[in-house]
C-alpha cells in the first residue's frame, strides 16, 4: 500500500518544465529571423528576470499574432518534446489521488493539448488564453488574468494552495521562483535550463533530467517536509 501523500496538490510549470520547449520560442518559427531573433531575446530576459513580464509579453505577442492552428501546432510540439518522466509521474500522482495541476504564462490554447496527453482535464490549466475571429485568426489574449505579468502566478497558486494543500510547485523560472512564498514547497528544475536565480532561491534544486524525483518528494520515504531549506547545491 502506498503511504500518504506529503503534498495533496502538486502543480507544474509547462515550458522548460514539462516539456522542453519555450512555446513563443516555437512560434517564432514562422516569422523572419530578425523578428524571430527579437522575440527569442525578450524572453531570455524575461525568464531571467532583467525585464519585467509584462512588458515583453504584449510585445511579443504583437509580433507573433498566433492563429489557433499555429497554437494546436505548438501544442503538438509541447507533446513530441515532453521532459522525461512527466508522463509517468503526472499518471502515478493522480492515480493516487494527488491533484495536479499546471499554471503557466504561456498561451492556453497550446498548453491544454499537452494537459489533456497527460490526462490532465481543462480546467487544472491555468494559463493565459486567447481571443480568436472566426477564422481563427488572433485577435488579442486575455488581459484580465494574472499570468502575464510578473507576480501572477503568485496570485494563481495562492488561491490553488488556499484550496488544497500541502501544495508543491516544480518549474524552471523565475517568475516560478516567485511564488515559493505563496506554496509550500518551490521546487527547482533544471532538467531544460538551470537558472542561476532559481538554483539559489529554490527550496531544492534538481538538476533533471528526468522529473520522476517528483514522485519521490511526494511519496517517498525520505521526502523532506514542507518549507525545509536544504543547503543550496554544490556546483
Ligand atoms: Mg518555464
Redesign the pocket.
Known amino acids: 500500500m502506498d503511504p500518504r501523500p506529503h503534498y495533496e496538490a502538486v502543480v507544474f ?5 514539462l516539456t522542453a520547449i ?1 512555446g513563443i520560442d516555437e512560434l517564432c518559427g514562422a516569422l523572419p529571423s530578425e523578428q524571430a531573433d527579437r522575440v527569442a531575446a525578450l524572453t531570455r530576459a524575461a ?1 531571467n528576470g532583467e525585464v519585467p513580464l509584462a512588458d515583453v509579453y504584449e510585445r511579443r505577442l504583437a509580433i507573433v499574432r498566433p492563429s489557433a492552428e499555429a497554437l494546436r501546432v505548438v501544442g503538438q510540439r509541447y507533446v513530441e518534446r515532453i521532459v522525461p518522466g512527466a508522463r509517468e509521474v503526472v499518471g502515478a500522482l493522480r492515480e493516487r489521488g494527488v491533484e495536479v495541476g499546471i499554471v ?3 498561451l492556453a490554447p497550446a498548453v491544454r493539448v499537452l494537459a489533456r496527453e497527460l490526462g490532465l482535464a481543462d480546467d487544472t490549466v491555468h494559463a493565459v488564453d486567447v481571443c480568436f475571429d472566426e477564422e481563427g485568426q488572433y485577435l488579442d489574449f486575455d488581459r484580465a488574468s494574472p499570468l502575464w505579468r510578473n507576480h501572477g502566478k503568485v496570485e494563481v497558486l495562492a488561491a490553488l494552495r488556499d484550496r488544497r494543500s500541502p501544495l508543491l510547485f516544480v ?3 523565475v ?2 521562483l516567485e511564488a515559493r512564498d505563496v506554496v509550500d514547497r518551490f521546487v527547482g528544475f533544471g532538467g ?2 538551470a537558472r542561476e536565480a532559481v538554483m539559489q532561491g529554490a527550496d531544492a534544486f534538481y538538476a533533471g533530467p528526468d522529473l520522476g524525483f517528483v514522485f519521490d518528494l511526494v511519496f517517498g520515504a525520505a521526502a523532506t517536509s514542507p518549507r525545509s531549506r536544504p543547503a543550496p547545491p554544490a556546483r
Not at 13 to 17: G, I, K, P
Open positions: 510549470d509547462c515550458d522548460s518544465t519555450e525568464m503557466s504564462g504561456g518549474g524552471d523560472g517568475t516560478d531544460v535550463v
